[in-house]
């Protein structure tokens, strides 16, 4: 079983920049077995893939709305991904659930196994 904890969202100012973290709660030969992505979901709309990385790490695939803006990445023997952000936007707002499948990224989130609860980021005009 995989158990996702997502934490590290709140309040910033446009411009501004967090740092997500998700951890799982599973062995690390479990964990280092699984793709990882971030998904967000603003108010009122669907869940929109944000990024994702493979499970050994070698491939990362973004959305074109947060290149160059945002960095995934992860350290299997702490079970964790992180969601680095820089320049967030006020179109940034929303919250963000890691997400994990085996292997590959897949940018559908009706691919994915696993979720966490979900972490708010808010990003201020």
């Known amino acids: 079983q995989v158990q996702l904890a997502e934490s590290g969202g709140g309040l910033v100012q446009t411009g501004g920049s967090l740092r997500l973290s998700c951890t799982c709660a599973?062995?690390?030969?479990?964990?280092?077995?699984?793709?990882m992505s971030w998904f967000r979901q603003a108010a009122g709309n669907g869940r929109e893939f944000v990024v994702g990385?493979?499970?050994?790490?070698?491939?990362?695939t973004y959305a074109d709305s947060v290149k160059n803006r945002f960095t995934i990445s992860r350290d299997n023997a702490k079970n964790t991904v992180y969601l680095q952000m820089y320049n967030l936007k006020p179109e940034d707002t929303a919250v963000y659930y890691c997400?994990?499948?085996?292997?590959?990224?897949?940018?559908?989130?009706?691919?994915?196994?696993?979720w966490g609860q979900g972490t708010q980021v808010t990003v201020s005009s």
């Open positions: 997400a994990a499948r085996p292997v590959i990224v897949e940018v559908a989130s009706r691919e994915y196994d696993y």
């Open positions: 599973a062995s690390e030969s479990t964990f280092s077995l699984y793709a």
């Open positions: 990385i493979s499970s050994s790490g070698g491939r990362t």
